[in-house]
């Protein structure tokens, strides 16, 4: 046999291999890029809640100063938590449309969060604060993207360190101690920093292709709500931490 002819029966095996492989890059750049479209979205909901309140005066059903909330307040601030629950606990079982009210649900929610740190901090905070949130997010779920180590080793550390996180504020809540608040922002600031470049890592590791419809559109849907708590926390938390407070 000539090496022509050797290699002529080469080509098509190796041109389907490339074919596939780019077929296989172009749905996971598809499949990220619905996932940080659905995130963005989702930002923009919550911030536009928590800007009507402010505009409208809306904001007093909710809280009359900043950590004075209503009994309707009370409610508005953990309804998130119970939503997050119900699709923790039901995320193959729900609807596609299910699967979309609980993640607006918890954007427009998450709001009313957000309306008490506007009324608390100055609006060129926000602003700084905000952009340093974007650009060190982006900086983490690059690296998370892109990275050829596996991060599945931090899941214990992170998952162990949001437990701790969740328990200070909520010691916080009823202490009212500056230090407690401070060592617990810190150690949220790191533990969703690691988040954010995990669960990027986790969900390009979890794409398969070819899947198409209502599964694919709840797994862009559940990986926008995941990468949106990681933002909006790292956002608070920071903003808590260098934000300048209104007089």
Excluded: C
């Amino acid at each position: 046999m000539a090496f022509d002819d050797f290699q002529n029966q080469r080509a098509p095996g190796r041109t389907g291999a490339i074919t596939a492989d780019t077929l296989y890059d172009a749905g996971l750049r598809q499949h990220m890029l619905g996932i940080y479209n659905y995130m963005f979205a989702g930002l923009g909901l919550s911030g536009a809640v928590a800007y009507l309140l402010m505009q409208t005066g809306a904001s007093t059903l909710f809280f009359t100063a900043p950590g004075q909330f209503t009994p309707l307040g009370w409610v508005a601030l953990f309804a998130p938590l119970g939503l997050l629950l119900l699709a923790s606990f039901n995320a193959r079982r729900l609807s596609t449309g299910a699967t979309h009210a609980i993640y607006w649900s918890v954007a427009a929610l998450q709001g009313v969060g957000l309306a008490v740190l506007f009324q608390a901090f100055t609006g060129q905070s926000i602003a700084q604060i905000f952009f340093v949130t974007a650009a060190a997010f982006g900086a983490l779920s690059l690296f998370g993207y892109t990275t050829k180590r596996s991060l599945s080793g931090m899941s214990t550390f992170l998952l162990v360190g949001l437990i701790g996180v969740i328990i200070a504020f909520i010691v916080y809540m009823f202490v009212q101690s500056s230090l407690l608040q401070f060592v617990a922002s810190v150690i949220g600031v790191l533990v969703f920093a690691g988040l954010t470049a995990f669960d990027t890592q986790r969900l390009k590791t979890e794409y398969i292709a070819g899947v198409e419809g209502e599964i694919a559109m709840k797994a862009q849907v559940w990986g926008a709500l995941s990468l949106y708590l990681n933002f909006i926390n790292l956002f608070q938390l920071l903003l808590s931490l260098f934000g300048q407070r209104e007089e």
